[in-house]
């Protein structure tokens, strides 16, 4: 079994999968409400409407793996997916770029509780990594028609436990 340590979750170690859904130093809000709000517009390139698809805003609460071994990875061919926590706490990401999936090119991420993710279409990702029990997360993602779930479970011998 392959061992990884997760590294720390940024835009530019994360653009090849999609983006980093957070609002940091660099960012240019937008100020509406007469002043009362600042708008951080259009965070991550949602993609949803291939094949008459549209968005779907769901909460998802997940439980941490026990133990963190990676076995199933999954990806959308109709759509992006986006993840953003609501409860602050950390998470794990684990992705691998799109095409035949393999499991030497598996990344892992640790985000922060102030950080989202946007999986580009047909990026393999695990399914959610909470470090917390009962984590919630706002996710965006396609429903309409067609089948937008494939699935890649690991031979025994590529399945990756997390260190850290």
Not at 86 to 104: S, T
Request: charged share 20%; aromatic share 8%.
């Amino acid at each position: 079994m392959k061992r990884i340590a997760p590294q720390p979750l940024t835009a530019a170690a994360f653009a090849p999968f999609g983006e980093v859904i957070e609002v940091d130093a660099g960012a240019q809000p937008l100020v509406i409400n007469r002043g009362q709000t600042l708008r951080f517009h259009d965070l991550a390139a949602i993609d949803v409407e291939a094949g008459g698809g549209r968005p779907a805003l769901s909460v998802f609460r997940g439980e941490p793996l026990d133990p963190c071994v990676l076995a199933i990875f999954e990806r959308h061919p109709l759509g992006s997916q986006a993840f953003v926590p609501l409860d602050g706490n950390p998470y794990l990401v684990a992705v691998a770029p799109a095409g035949a999936f393999d499991p030497a090119a598996v990344r892992i991420f640790r985000a922060t509780g102030r950080q989202g993710v946007n999986y580009r279409r047909n990026v393999w990702h695990h399914f959610l990594l909470p470090l917390t029990s009962g984590a919630h997360f706002l996710v965006i993602d396609r429903e309409g028609p067609g089948v937008n779930l494939d699935e890649h479970e690991l031979p025994l011998a590529d399945r990756i436990a997390i260190d850290g």
